[in-house]
């Protein structure tokens, strides 16, 4: 989960050009599975590097960066009426590129790039009083492009650009206890910009750079054991004929999320994508998906309530997006409800 700002009128100038030949880089095949339905635009500024979350049947998202300025606002999607409403504000520093989760009952939100410093400060959002408590600082070094997810109600993050370099730790935090332990290292190489899901009580993490390449690992945390197993590659490295097709799901900027037991990462990539890739953890298999119908970018917000995921806010070069899209992955492709 970048930034760069400019004056109105060269963004006007960018819109009007651009656009048209953005949308014409969708894919537009008729044998791919899956939906896309655009709903009611984001109410708050459009930005990219913001944090995305579901905490039971409500989506939420705040901070990020909209060109200009670093943000604090929060907002709540409400899917049953497709309406947003505004929430407190984050308390702390204005940020992007931070990291966001949410357990059963409660909303978390930590690290991030402030335009000068990174940052390690750690917050939590409880829905029912509409109110923010400082927490204990994420145990880790300073970092902004982390990743993070939560399982049974605790919190993991790790990864990110560091002071000095990417790094690959991995931390866990207890809400309970308000307290950060660090667990065992991503068996994989360090990176920045991963994405990544939860399926059966399990966590995955993949794509991200380092070293200047994008990466293909992919690796499933287990938190009873505290271990790592690493997963076949996201790219055409075998001599098999499953992984062909591997030719766009490794990248940064990617937004993942869960729905009915299959991961899925949508947009973002190795330049500023629209395909979508479904996981099943039972194969150890990707499937593309009917590619994202809005305009291509990265750095966007996703996550999933129900049986629908989400994919909200994000960039293209100076352009800023706060339009709001709905993903049914098992339904056919309608491009008139858009």
Known sequence: ???????YWVVLVVVIVLLPILNSCSKSSTDLVGNW????????????????????????IGTGY?????????????????????????????????VGFGTDSKGYIGTGYDGKNRLKDFYEYDPSSNTWAQKADFGGTARFEAFGFSINNKGYLGTGDATTSYMKDFWEYDPSTDTWTQKTSIG???RRGASGFVISGK???TTGVDNGSYLTDFWMYDPSGDTWTKKRSIAD?????????YTTIRGQGKVGFTINGKGYLATGGTDIGVETWEYDSTTDLWTEKTAFEGTTR?????FAIGATGYVTTGKNATYYFDDIWGFQPDAEKNTDDN
């Open 1 to 7: 989960m970048t930034f760069k700002g400019v004056k």
């Open 37 to 60: 339905v655009k709903l009611s635009d984001f109410d708050g500024i459009a930005r990219s590097g913001a944090v995305g979350f579901a905490i039971g049947t409500k989506g939420y």
């Open 66 to 98: 909209d060109g200009e300025d670093r943000l604090t606002d929060f907002w709540e999607y409400d899917p049953v009426r497709n309406a947003w409403t505004q929430k407190a504000d984050l308390p702390g520093i204005a940020r992007n590129s931070a």
């Open 188 to 190: 994989g190489e360090k």
């Open 203 to 205: 966590g995955y993490i």
């Open 237 to 245: 490295l075998s001599d098999e004929t499953y992984d062909d097709k």
């Open 298 to 302: 990265t750095d966007a917000v996703g």
